[in-house]
């Protein structure tokens, strides 16, 4: 026992490096298994606090084109409402809340740290499990996906961007409903890749991708990119397809976080006809 | 002594802020990410404790874990920086030794001496920092290429910073 005690001081150098190594790989190793992660990262006091002061004086920069954007998206919510429709159907026009229930709800965000030139990347968001955010919610902006909340912490989260090596969104093809997964190969920001489309599916450049019904987090139908080119490899059944992404994630200033209301009925049900066989 | 130490927070702090602030939000493509704060490892006094050396390497890596949300990744690099750095100055070592009282800088100990010493250090952590990030060998090729052109561009930043001190120090 004196032994191992005088080896272990003669070595402490050695050791307490063992020691230390040990603690970053468990932390990274943590951290990739998509749980929760605890202290260590961006949505945490000190940090998110420094962050947040930044953006806030680089906002002032982005200030026009934000306003552009919402101005046009006010005009677009207006043509949507229903006053713009009540006109038209006169005295036929009613609302009948047991038919409609709602299914989503957004709510805005401020994005308060960003990256796009890593393998593997983030972004930190104003808001957090005071306001409603969760682990796993969907997070979109007025031109498409964005990427899904990872860590939560009192009044910030964290957002896996789809620009991410484990980020996979369930995507089809508008105009026929093909579907497939879309993941990032880390080349260019504006770029991914879309996998498992048939190749007797006839494409197009430019045809339209959005989310596919199938994701518990998306809305159907919410935008994600264009085609840009697809090919098939010899040998293979499936096109991959290359897709411009409609999301400037270079430009990122405003988010909506979005919750499935049903999410929690649908995950239960779900796992109870798994359990059942 | 004491100055010393308080010397050394104050760069911890700077670089931190520098890394995070300054350099996090510069693109320069996908390839490029430099990493500056590593500058403070690297010009630890030659009289730093091995254990010190490792415990700030430490509190550098997960301080910048924080703000990169990489948890542990740039800890595991500098840590594992901190233990070859005494293999490495060894290697170096002039015939008689350090003087007492001196700073592994270029002020020092000339521009030859510090390239080769803090090269080898930053492409190291360059390499662990990369490669645990990918954690795959598929991408081998283009992160070794990220692993090369980024530590040219710590390179530079950590030897421009390098004279920025020096003249300061000249002018009081």
Redesign the interface.
């Known amino acids: 026992m004196r032994n191992l005690i005088l080896f272990v001081w003669k070595h ?2 050695l050791f ?2 063992l020691l ?2 040990t ?6 190793v ?3 298994n998509f749980q929760r ?1 605890g202290f ?3 949505a ?1 006091q ?2 998110a606090n ?2 947040k002061t ?1 953006k806030n004086i ?1 906002d002032y920069f982005y200030l026009k084109n934000e306003n552009e954007n919402l101005a046009k998206e006010n005009a677009d919510l207006r043509s949507h409402s229903l006053v713009s429709f009540s006109m038209l159907v006169n005295d036929l026009y009613e609302v009948n809340d047991t038919v409609y229930s709602q299914k989503y709800t957004y709510t805005s965000c401020k994005v308060v ?1 960003n ?6 990347n ?1 972004l ?1 968001l104003n808001k957090g499990a005071k306001q409603g955010i969760q682990h796993d919610m969907a997070v979109i902006t007025s031109t498409g996906v964005v990427g899904v909340v990872k860590d939560v912490s009192e009044n910030f989260c ?1 957002v896996m961007s789809l620009l991410h ?1 484990k980020s996979t969104i369930s995507s089809k093809i508008k105009k026929n409903g093909f579907f497939g997964p879309l993941t990032w190969d ?4 504006s770029y991914a890749t879309l996998n498992d489309i048939p190749s007797h599916v006839q494409l197009l450049k430019g045809d339209t991708i959005v989310t596919s019904a199938y994701s518990l987090a998306f809305p159907e139908n919410i935008m994600i990119g264009t085609v840009e080119s697809f090919e098939r490899k010899s040998g293979e059944f499936f096109f991959t397809v290359k897709v411009k992404l409609s999301t400037d994630f ?1 430009k990122l200033s405003y988010v909506y976080v979005v919750n499935n209301l049903q999410k929690l009925e649908q995950e239960e049900l779900e796992k109870r006809s798994e359990t059942d066989n | 002594m004491l100055n010393s130490i308080i010397r050394n927070i104050i760069r911890f702090i700077l670089l931190v ?1 520098v890394q ?2 300054i350099i ?2 510069l ?4 390839f ?2 430099p990493f500056i704060y590593v500058l403070f490892i690297i010009i630890l006094p030659f009289e730093t404790p ?2 010190l050396l ?2 700030s390497a ?1 509190a550098l ?2 301080t910048i ?9 740039h ?2 690099a500098c ?2 920086m ?2 070859v750095r ?1 293999g490495i100055l060894k290697l170096f070592s002039p015939r008689d030794g350090y003087e007492i009282g001196t700073q592994p800088t270029i002020q020092y100990l000339g521009v030859p001496w510090f390239l080769s010493y803090s090269g080898i250090l930053i492409v190291l952590h360059h390499f662990v920092l990369f490669y ?4 795959r060998l598929s ?1 081998f090729f ?1 992160t070794f290429l990220r692993v090369i052109v980024s530590s040219v561009f710590t390179m530079l930043l950590v030897v421009f910073s390098q004279y920025l001190f020096h003249r300061k120090k000249e002018q009081e």
């Open positions: 402490s150098f307490l490096f230390l190594e603690i970053c790989i468990y932390l990274v943590r951290n990739n992660a260590v990262n961006s945490n000190v940090s420094v962050l930044s680089e740290n990256s796009i030139n890593r393998r593997n983030y930190t964290t090596s880390g080349e260019n920001f270079k | 802020l995070v602030l996090k939000n693109e320069l493509g996908r490029i990410n091995k254990w490792l415990l430490f890596g997960i874990d924080m703000f990169y949300d990489t948890a542990g990744m800890a595991a840590v594992f901190a233990y005494p645990i990030e990918i954690f991408e283009s």
